[in-house]
């Protein structure tokens, strides 16, 4: 199941609403976010059945002129409940009927000014707070959030992006990784006054990042429109490889350490010696968490309500003391992870820890590449396959005999 965001730039024309329709249709669409529609209100059901019959719609005609917003979904995918609306944005909670998920959605389209856009923010702060649902933010934010963000054009003042970057760090939001042409926007003009730009953009929370990390943004050709069309393929993770073994210097902080380090590589695992390493490294890896000490705690509790020792008292006592040590050691590991150094620890910070990690791992990933022929790729073993032939290309091919110089010539 996919889903759309989508600055149409209005969809009156007749053929407008045709390549909309076959746009949902070949993309598989179950939920549409369009803004600028500039369709009137007495005319939004006549189109909506035109483009997508027997969906239902939630629109902001009561806050905006001519319906900024539209939010558009098949009723046998989602059940969607209105929490918040404004004329430059629609907040909904989305359950998906056949695993029962439910997600935030909040649907942007803002002011072309400053001054117009400053309750948008204001919004977005206070929908933040408090929220523990998977949530996702996306649409046109009217304004760049970097110097990197346009092309020609008026150059890009630290006024113009104050305002969409302290919205961001407050509302604890990241950018969902992407995949695309850079620019989402352009005036479409030639020459020197062609101007382009990134303002179309999609944000997740810690715990879309936590369950979504893998859906990535595509940003689309613009066809129809001034603004590329940004698809969401909303689908299970595919399976993963195995993350290498990392040391984090706080663990020789313990004072178990060193025990468990030296109970772990006193036992044979394997008869191969690099496949041993490999074993012991994973096992001593599943020592070093916190979930541990947590499941000794459990143990010794559920022990006891059958029979209760002195040996089994001093435990209980113990251990509490231990699971708050290991709890620092965690936050300290995160943080290490993160090398978000400027935080004190002690604060419950593992949440911005964790959510710094996954935009750092994001960020490395390599979702899209183009090959040496011009194709785009996004299949994880075809993108493996081209870097490896690559470097076989560079480094030449075999040959049983090499050229030299014939001595004989050179004599005379």
Not at 5 to 24: C, P, T
Not at 205 to 220: A, I, K
């Amino acid at each position: 199941m996919n889903w759309l965001f989508w600055n149409i730039r209005g969809l009156n024309k007749i053929h407008k609403q045709k390549e909309v329709k076959q746009f949902l249709l070949n993309k598989r669409i179950r939920l549409a976010c369009i803004v600028e529609t500039r369709v009137n209100e007495h005319n939004m059901t006549k189109i909506l059945q035109a483009i997508a019959p027997g969906w239902d719609i939630q629109s902001n005609y009561q806050d905006a002129i001519n319906g900024r917003i539209w939010l558009l979904w098949d009723p046998s995918w989602y059940d969607i409940t209105l929490r918040h609306k404004s004329s430059q944005l629609i907040h909904c909670l989305v359950r998906d009927r056949s695993n029962d998920q439910q997600l935030l959605v909040t649907v942007i389209y803002a002011f072309n000014t400053r001054d117009q856009r400053k309750p948008l923010w204001q919004d977005l702060k206070q929908l933040s707070q408090g929220i523990t649902h998977p949530w996702v933010i996306a649409g046109d934010f009217n304004v760049v959030l970097s110097y990197q963000d346009r092309l020609s054009g008026n150059p890009i003042t630290a006024a113009e992006i104050q305002d969409f970057s302290e919205c961001i760090q407050h509302s604890d939001i990241h950018e969902i990784p992407w995949q695309g042409e850079f620019y989402t926007w352009s005036n479409k003009q030639r020459g020197k006054d062609r101007v382009m730009s990134r303002i179309d953009r999609v944000f997740g929370n810690y715990e879309w990042m936590l369950h979504w990390e893998h859906v990535t943004t595509n940003y689309g050709l613009p066809f129809i429109s001034y603004h590329a069309p940004m698809t969401l393929q909303i689908q299970p993770p595919q399976r993963v490889r195995g993350v290498p073994f990392k040391f984090f210097n706080i663990w020789v902080e313990h004072y178990t350490f060193m025990g468990i380090v030296e109970n772990t590589w006193s036992q044979k695992l394997a008869p191969d010696r690099m496949q041993d390493i490999w074993l012991k490294l994973k096992a001593l890896k599943a020592k070093l968490r916190i979930d541990e000490t947590r499941t000794m705690l459990a143990d010794i509790q559920t022990t006891m309500n059958t029979q209760s020792t002195e040996e089994l008292i001093q435990l209980e006592k113990d251990t509490p003391t231990n699971l708050e040590k290991w709890s620092l050691l965690e936050e300290n590991a995160i943080r290490q992870k993160s090398r978000a150094q400027w935080i004190k620890l002690g604060d419950s910070n593992t949440k911005y820890f964790s959510a710094v990690c996954k935009e750092r791992s994001n960020m490395k990933q390599i979702i899209e590449i183009i090959s040496l022929n011009g194709q785009k790729l996004h299949d994880p073993e075809k993108i493996k396959d081209e870097f490896v032939s690559f470097y076989i290309s560079l480094m030449g091919s075999s040959t049983s005999t090499l050229p030299a110089v014939n001595k004989y010539i050179m004599k005379t």
